[in-house]
């Protein structure tokens, strides 16, 4: 899960997206305004802030860097731009899927020599 948050004016901004289940939720003040799944490279969210001006989130994935960044724009002037680290939720995830593969492959040996 990784989770962005910005304090814009008197609004207090979280977006969590996880690239585990591909969801995406927005938060103002605690209160969530958009709710979306999304397994694309980048994705979009309009709302409106307390001041009641226009407002988007773009969530991209930088292909080069493997970097999630958080484009916030108001009334469509950047307001910021927030990077973070796309993170393995599991960080011995692909040694366990390899034991799991090869103890796989030990009880089919196994299994057609019997």
């Not at 899960?1 to 939720?25: C, H, P, R, T």
């Not at 930088?62 to 927030?82: F, G, R």
Request: charged share 15%; proline share 4%; glycine share 4%.
């Amino acid at each position: 899960m990784v989770i962005f948050k910005y304090a814009l004016n008197q609004d207090n901004i979280e977006l969590q997206a996880s690239n585990w289940s591909g969801l995406e939720q927005m938060f103002i003040n605690g209160k969530r305004v958009s709710r979306k799944l999304n397994f694309g490279q980048h994705s979009q969210h309009d709302m409106t802030l307390h001041d009641g001006k226009a407002a988007t989130l773009l969530l991209l994935l930088e292909p080069n860097t493997d970097q999630l960044v958080c484009h916030i724009y108001k009334q469509n002037n950047l307001v910021a731009s927030l990077t973070q680290p796309k993170k393995e939720p599991y960080p011995h995830r692909q040694l366990a899927q390899q034991a799991i593969l090869s103890i796989g492959l030990i009880l089919v040996f196994f299994l057609t020599m019997a």
